[in-house]
C-alpha cells in the first residue's frame, strides 16, 4: 500500500461549491503539506502543519483552509472554489529534519472548477 | 530569500544521448538542494538531495548533480538518456524552517527514439 494516500484523485466541481480533498500517511511522520501545481509554476505552498496543534499559512493560503484531524490526516477544504483554483493538488510528508529531510508525496489531487 | 531557477520549460534528448537540466539557485548558499521527478500521473519523489557533503551528488537512476558555487549552479545530468526518464523534473530548496520547499517551475524531459 502506498504511504500517502489522497482521495479523490479526480474531482470535478462547480464554482461556489465547498470541497474537501483529504491526505493520509501512514509514515508516522509529524510534518505534512499541501501544494498546487499549474503549468510553468512549479509546485506552491498552500498550508503545512508540524503536529495536530501546530497549522501554518503557506504562500498561497487565499481561498483554502485545513484540518489535522490526526497525525496521519491532513485535509484541504476550499469553502468556495473558483475557476482559477483549477490546478493539480499535492500532499506530502517530511520526518523531523529541519531543511535537509525527503518529502513524501502523494499520487496527487486533480481539480477541476468550473 | 531562497529560490531556484529552472532553465528551460522543456527538454528533448534522443535515447542514449545526454541528458543536461538545469537549476540555478539565489546567491545566498544554501544548506540543501533537491532534485525531484514526476513521473506521469504519479507524485514527486526525491532523485538526489545536495547536503554540503559532497559537491557531486550520485541519485537514483544513474541521475547526479553538481554544486557549483562560483555559477550558483546545481545542474542535473544522467549520461545515457533512456526513454523511461521521461518525467518533469523539479529543483527545490527548503527555506526557513520546517523543511518547506520552494521548486523551479519545472522541466518537461522528453526523450525520443
Known amino acids: 500500500d502506498a504511504d500517502v494516500t489522497q482521495t479523490p484523485r479526480n474531482r470535478i466541481t462547480k464554482t461556489g461549491k465547498r470541497i474537501m480533498l483529504e491526505c493520509s500517511q501512514t509514515?508516522?511522520?509529524?510534518?505534512m503539506y499541501w501544494y498546487r501545481q499549474d503549468p510553468g509554476l512549479g509546485l506552491r505552498l498552500i498550508y503545512y502543519?508540524?503536529?495536530?496543534?501546530?497549522?501554518n499559512k503557506g504562500e498561497i493560503s487565499d481561498g483554502y483552509s485545513v484540518s489535522r484531524q490526526a497525525q496521519a490526516k491532513f485535509s484541504l477544504s476550499l469553502e468556495s472554489a473558483i475557476p482559477n483554483q483549477t490546478a493539480l493538488y499535492f500532499c506530502?510528508?517530511?520526518?523531523?529534519?529541519?531543511?535537509?529531510?525527503?518529502?513524501?508525496f502523494g499520487p496527487g489531487t486533480r481539480l477541476t472548477v468550473t | 530569500a531562497q529560490s531556484v531557477t529552472q532553465l528551460g520549460s522543456h527538454v528533448s534528448v534522443s535515447e542514449g544521448a545526454l541528458v543536461l537540466l538545469r537549476c540555478n539557485y539565489s546567491?545566498?548558499?544554501?544548506?540543501?538542494l533537491f532534485w525531484y521527478v514526476q513521473y506521469p500521473n504519479q507524485g514527486l519523489q526525491l532523485l538526489l538531495k545536495?547536503?554540503?557533503?559532497?559537491?557531486l551528488v550520485k541519485g537514483i537512476n544513474d541521475f547526479e548533480a553538481e554544486f557549483k558555487k562560483s555559477e550558483t549552479s546545481f545542474h542535473l545530468t544522467k549520461p545515457s538518456a533512456h526513454m523511461s526518464d521521461a518525467a518533469e523534473y523539479f529543483c527545490?530548496?527548503?527555506?526557513?524552517?520546517?523543511?518547506?520547499?520552494?521548486f523551479g517551475a519545472g522541466t518537461i524531459l522528453r526523450v525520443k527514439s
Open positions: 506530502a510528508t517530511s520526518d523531523g529534519a529541519d531543511r535537509g529531510g525527503e518529502q513524501y
Open positions: 546567491s545566498s548558499v544554501p544548506p540543501y
Open positions: 545536495y547536503t554540503s557533503a559532497a559537491t
Open positions: 502543519s508540524f503536529d495536530v496543534k501546530d497549522i
Open positions: 527545490a530548496v527548503p527555506v526557513e524552517y520546517g523543511n518547506k520547499l520552494v
Open positions: 509514515k508516522g511522520h509529524d510534518r
